[in-house]
Every structure is written in structure tokens, then in C-alpha cells.
């Protein structure tokens, strides 16, 4: 894991952050002034639809906001960055997902996530987005929406032939062994695959021997993320677990690497499906690795004109 604090948190977090820094955390029933406020856009689907779009995929977010401001934005952000909303769907019956965070100055935090609409996206909402998810080369899922739907969607997916790229965050111990057979690629990060596997996870060995338990649980393609370190991948075409490295940079924020990572991920299945699987998790490395060089989750991800011709 790459990041800690308020940012290690932040990537937990459904639609919207809303976040107050203070110089320590209150007592119960407490008021005490902070110093600084902000919201940001989140969750996990979002930043990965963002980094996608920003690498020039034509992408789309299924996914239920509510009918309020938060949602509003949340609409408008994607919508800036080119992502079809035509399968946004908001909602009376729940507000737009949030995380509350304090965070002191030592970067201890409290935090309430209220999943809200999130959890409202269900049955009649995918089958209105069945084209588009079956016309897709790609679909990415998470675990911030039910799992009964995430599943379902997936089922979509593969039944059609699109290639789908699962990331189990968060992670639950017990995950349903279809997310395993339903994933084309299975990508998580270190304290996920500690969590799905039981194993010590924090180097390209440990890494190894976790990723050939989860392919054992019926993926094609498992990448196990290592921050700084780059990745570990193996698939049931060549399963010995291979370490592909990534080059050093100075990081100064890794809030978000994890979606970025992802994001590329899915553009490389996507738009160059002939290159090697080497290859696009390499290309993949060297994207979120300008995401940690710069503040924020979707404020540092890149755009196409800003990358070297070779990542294309
Ligand atoms: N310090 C770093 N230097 C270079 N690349 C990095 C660094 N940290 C992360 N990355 C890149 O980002 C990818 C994902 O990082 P990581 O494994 O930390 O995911 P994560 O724990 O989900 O991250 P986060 O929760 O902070 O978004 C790594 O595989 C690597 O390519
Ligand atoms: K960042």
C-alpha cells in the first residue's frame, strides 16, 4: 500500500469526499474549528472511468447518484471529461454516496461512508444499459455497488464476449467465487490480495504465490498491484507469476494510483488488445506513476497530449 492517512482512505469512498482538516479530532458531542475544507470526486468507478477517458477511450458510467447537488456535480464532472451519463441514473430514494472525513494534523481521521444510491442501482437499471454494456470491448467493476448487481453486470458482460477487468475494492474476505470465474482480468492491490487469500502480501514473491491462488479460483488473469514496485502478474496461459517493474519517481501523493492503474488497464484491453499483456501492464506502471507525482485522485491523472507518443 502506497499511501496512508487521509489519502489511504479516500480511495475507499463511494461518490462524493467531503472533507474538514482540523488540528485534532473532536470529542463527542464537541464543536471545534478546522482550518481548511474541501469536496472531492470519488469513487473507485469514477476515477477509473476519468484516467480511462483522459487516455481517449469513448467510456460510459453505469452507476445511480441522487437528486441532489452532490449528484448534480458528480454528473457534470463526468460529463467534462467526456463520459457518456446517459446510464447515470439518479434517484429520489437515496442521497449521492459519501465518506465524511476529519482529519487531524497528524493525519489521524474519522470517517462515515454512507453508500446511499449506490446501493440502489439494480436490475432494470442494467438491463436499460444492455447495449451498452454487451457493444463494450471493456467493462470494469468494483465493490462499491451491491455485489448481487456487480455480479449481474459482469454475467452481462461475459455472456456477451466483452472482456471484463474486476477490481475486489473493497475487498471482502468472503467474496463470491463467481467474481473469480466472471473476471477476465482480476486486478487488486496488496492489502486486497492479503485479504481474498489469507497470505502476507508486501513483495513481487509474496505477490506471486497470492496472485496463483486467486487465478486457481477460476480468473484468466490476475495482477496484484505493489505501488512503488510495480506489479505482479500471471494468467492460466502462462501461470508463473512474473514481476513487471516500474521506473522510480518522486512521489509526492499516491492517493489514487491504484484507479489510475486500473483505468489504463482497461484502455490497453480495450483499444490495443494485440500488444502483450507485458506490455500493457508496463504502459499501465508508467501512467499511474505520473498520477503520484502530482496532489489529489482525478486532479492527477493524465491526459493523452501530455504523455509520451510511445505509451500509444
Ligand atoms: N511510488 C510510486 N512510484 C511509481 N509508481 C507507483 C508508485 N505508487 C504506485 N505506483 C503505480 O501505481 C500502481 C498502483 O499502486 P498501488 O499498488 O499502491 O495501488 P493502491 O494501493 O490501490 O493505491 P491507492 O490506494 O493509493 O490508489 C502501481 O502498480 C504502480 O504502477
Ligand atoms: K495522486
Known amino acids: 500500500m502506497s499511501s496512508s492517512g487521509l489519502h489511504g482512505h479516500c480511495m475507499h469512498i463511494r461518490h462524493r469526499l467531503i472533507c474538514s482538516l482540523t488540528s485534532r479530532l473532536p470529542k463527542t458531542g464537541e464543536t471545534i474549528h478546522g482550518h481548511k475544507f474541501f469536496i472531492g470526486f470519488g469513487g473507485k468507478g469514477a476515477n477509473q472511468c476519468v484516467q480511462a477517458a483522459r487516455l481517449g477511450a469513448k467510456a460510459a458510467m453505469v452507476c445511480k447518484v441522487g437528486n441532489d447537488s452532490f449528484g448534480n456535480n458528480y454528473i457534470e464532472n463526468l460529463k467534462q471529461n467526456h463520459i457518456s451519463t446517459e446510464f447515470t ?7 449521492t454516496g459519501t465518506a465524511s472525513i476529519i482529519v487531524n494534523n497528524e493525519g489521524q481521521n474519522i470517517i462515515v461512508i454512507v453508500a446511499g444510491a449506490n446501493l440502489l442501482l ?5 438491463k436499460k444499459a444492455a447495449h451498452v454494456i454487451s457493444r463494450a470491448k471493456v467493462m470494469i467493476c468494483q465493490l462499491e455497488i451491491s455485489p448481487a448487481a456487480s455480479l449481474e453486470a459482469l454475467t452481462m458482460a461475459r455472456s456477451s464476449g466483452v472482456k471484463t477487468l474486476f477490481n475486489p475494492a473493497p475487498a471482502i474476505a468472503d467474496l463470491d467465487p463467481r467474481f473469480y470465474t466472471l473476471s477476465t482480468v482480476f486486478c487488486c492491490n496488496e492489502s486486497e490480495a492479503e485479504i481474498l487469500t489469507g497470505h502476507a502480501v508486501n513483495d513481487p514473491t509474496t505477490a506471486g504465490t497470492a496472485a496463483l491462488v486467486l487465478l486457481e479460483r477460476g480468473c484468466q488473469v490476475v495482477v496484484i ?3 512503488a514496485s510495480g506489479c505482479v502478474t ?3 496461459a502462462e501461470p508463473v507469476p512474473k514481476h513487471i517493474p516500474t521506473e522510480a519517481v518522486k512521489a509526492v501523493d499516491t ?3 491504484g484507479d489510475s492503474f486500473v ?4 484502455f490497453y484491453l480495450a483499444y490495443y488488445p494485440s500488444l502483450s499483456l507485458e506490455e500493457m501492464l508496463k504502459r499501465s506502471n508508467s501512467i499511474a506513476a505520473v498520477s503520484v507525482q502530482a496532489t489529489g485522485t482525478q486532479s492527477s491523472y ?8 510511445a505509451l500509444f
Open 89 to 95: 441514473y439518479q434517484t429520489r430514494d437515496a442521497a
Open 122 to 126: 439494480n436490475t432494470e437499471d442494467l
Open 225 to 227: 498491484t505493489l505501488g
Open 234 to 236: 500471471l494468467s492460466q
Open 255 to 257: 492517493t489514487g494510483a
Open 263 to 266: 483505468g489504463a488497464l482497461a
Open 302 to 309: 493524465p491526459y493523452k497530449k501530455d504523455l509520451p507518443l
